[in-house]
Structures are given as C-alpha cells and as structure tokens.
C-alpha cells in the first residue's frame, strides 16, 4: 500500500508526518524527507519499514493544517534543508497526447506561416516519441523534450502563490504528476515517490515563438502537498480546476501514467540521468513528467488571485496556490565590470 507524507513547520521547528486521514503521524527524529532518505540509503531499509516504525510521534489534525487553522503549516514534501542549490527541478514536455494536441495548435500558426508545413517540431517531435519512447526492457529509446526550471528555490508550498514576474507575459498552470529522487554518495539515483504538481508556465511567451520555451519554463511551481511512496504509475486519472471570486471559472479531468504517455518511465528516468551533471552526490530532483491539459488552451488568462486546485486519484488532497501579479515595473538589471 502506498505510503504518504508530508513536511510540516511552525515557524522553529520542522516535521515529517505520515499521512493517516484525518491525522498527521509525525515521524520521531526525522525532521526532513531528505534525511529520511538518506537513514535509508545508509541503513539499506525500505522506506515503507522505516516510516512504520517511526511513526510514533504527535498526532495533529489534517485538517486544522490545511485548512490554515494551526500553527504548523504545510511545506513543498521535498527540499534540501538550508541548500535550495542541491535541489535540481527540471521537466519533460511532449509526453502526453494531450500536451502534443495543445503545442501544435499554439505553434501551428506561426510554423505555416514560415514554412507553409502543417506538422510543427513539436508534432515530429511528439511523434518520435509514439515511435520510440517506449523501448523494451533493457534497451534505451528516444530522448523527450527536456526542459530545465530551476533549483530548490522556485519551490513553492501549497498554499503559497505562484508569481508572474514583472518580465513575464503571463503565467499558466501546467498540472501533473512529478518525480521525487535522491543520489546516494555512488552516484546512483533513486526515486523516492511521486506528488502532484503545478509546473507553472509562462505560455504567451512560449507561443510567441517554440523557441522561447526554455524561457517560459523559469518560473514558480509547486508539489504536494503529500509525497507518495510506492504510488501506481499505470493510469492515473486527475482534475484541475481555476477558481476566480470563490467560483469556479474553468475545470477539465485530465489524466498521466504510463497508459496516457508515449514515453516509459524508465525512458523519461534514463534521459534525465544520463548527464553526470545529474547524478552529483547527495543532490535531490524533482522531475515533472508533463501536462495534459491547460486552461491557456480555452483562453483563459490568470489574475491576481485566482486559485488553481490540482487533483489526481490516489495522491492525496488537492494542490492549491494562489496566483500573485507583481504590479511593480520591470527592473533594468546592470552588469557592472569589475575590470
């Protein structure tokens, strides 16, 4: 069975609870997911075992937590306590047949209009992962679009907003499913859990041409709030929603897992670890493995205040995070020489 934490703090002190609705079990003497990982990497337990026979601390109430009635507030499930640096949050598009249908309509304009073709790099690329993203155990396939997003510092917790910089031209939820990984002092990677997440986007920039992508992604997002151990990574049935004024403006069921991607999840896990750069000692990952839907899509434009609420089956409660426009004016950002 599937095992759920969470990370917690009051301010001065952090908690890593196991999830046992509607209570918190906070775990004795493990103050952080990374560390608990670490006492299983050292220790050669499971994660499961170790968390059962932990679990034996202050029970606390779910929902006073969530609900922002208690002095303990929700963190991101994953981080590197005091070194956001070591916490590398990075991407996978094109996964998702419905993220393919939603690229090809954003870029197909622009891409006709230069080169008169229908199909977009997004659709060949898209279609090379239909052919070769799948590979047979043992064998390596093609590589997927990668996409780099920031270290642990553009980690949001729920709750907490989501912000559309002042150079930004927009900011769009991307909801979906994320990896959560450790490398041990080998080198070797391994993966923790999944969570759900909201790997926030700035999409009129991207449209604005393919080649912006890279750009877009270098934004806020955020996970939880509860890290999933031994999740089911088949079909994985989700929603998303964006409420406006305490009402829901847009909703839509959207799905991930394995069945609804045309990459594996060794494949998508192989191409990011390949990189040596990737596989540093003691660094964590959080790898998002793709939308398949976006609000962007049906035109809708977030504003301040907006909530975004992001659900899949099997992962615990909803992700929610406020949108926040920062008004001021975009900053000139000198360089000086220190020649």
């Known amino acids: 069975m599937a095992v759920h934490l969470v990370q917690l703090t009051n301010g001065s002190e952090r908690r890593v609870a196991l999830v046992d609705e509607p209570y918190l079990r906070c775990l ?11 006492q299983c990497l050292r220790g050669s ?15 606390l109430s779910y929902d006073d937590i969530y609900s922002g009635n208690s002095a303990w507030h929700l963190l991101a499930p994953i981080d590197v306590p005091g070194q956001p640096s070591r916490l590398l949050v990075s991407g996978t598009g094109l ?6 249908r939603q690229r090809q309509s954003m870029h197909l304009a622009e891409s006709a209009k230069e080169s008169g073709e229908a199909l977009t790099d997004s659709m060949r690329m898209f279609q090379w992962g239909i052919e070769g993203g799948r590979p047979t155990d043992g064998k390596i396939g093609i590589a997927p679009e990668w996409f780099y997003k920031g270290d642990g510092s553009s980690v ?8 559309i910089p002042p150079h930004a031209e927009d900011g769009g939820e991307e909801a979906e499913l994320a990896g959560v990984y450790i490398v041990d002092e080998d080198g070797a990677p391994y993966r923790i859990g999944f969570a759900q997440g909201n790997e926030f986007s700035d999409h009129k920039f991207e449209k604005r041409n393919y080649l912006n992508l890279a750009g877009s992604k270098l934004r806020t997002c955020s996970i939880g709030p509860e890290l999933v151990i031994g999740a089911e990574f088949a079909d994985v049935r989700g929603q998303v ?6 009402k829901i403006l ?18 998508l896990e192989h191409h990011h670890f390949k990189f040596a750069d990737h596989r540093q000692p003691g660094s964590a990952h959080v790898h998002f493995f793709g939308a398949d839907i976006l609000s962007f899509a049906s035109g809708i434009e977030l504003k301040q205040g907006d909530i975004v609420d992001i659900s899949f089956a099997g992962f615990g409660r909803p992700l929610r995070n406020p949108i ?12 000086r020489s220190l020649a």
């Open 241 to 246: 929603r964006i409420e406006r004024a305490r």
């Open 45 to 59: 337990h499971t994660l499961q075992r170790l968390v059962s026979s932990t679990a034996t601390g202050e029970s």
């Open 156 to 163: 949001r917790a729920p709750f907490q907003p989501l912000d």
């Open 250 to 267: 847009w909703e839509a069921n959207n799905a991930s897992g394995e069945q609804n991607m045309c990459h594996s999840l060794a494949n």
């Open 95 to 100: 996964t998702h047949l419905g993220s393919a």
């Open 324 to 335: 926040h426009k920062e008004k001021r004016q975009q900053d000139l950002i000198r360089v």
């Open 28 to 38: 004795a003497g493990v103050t952080s997911v990374y560390d608990l990982a670490w």
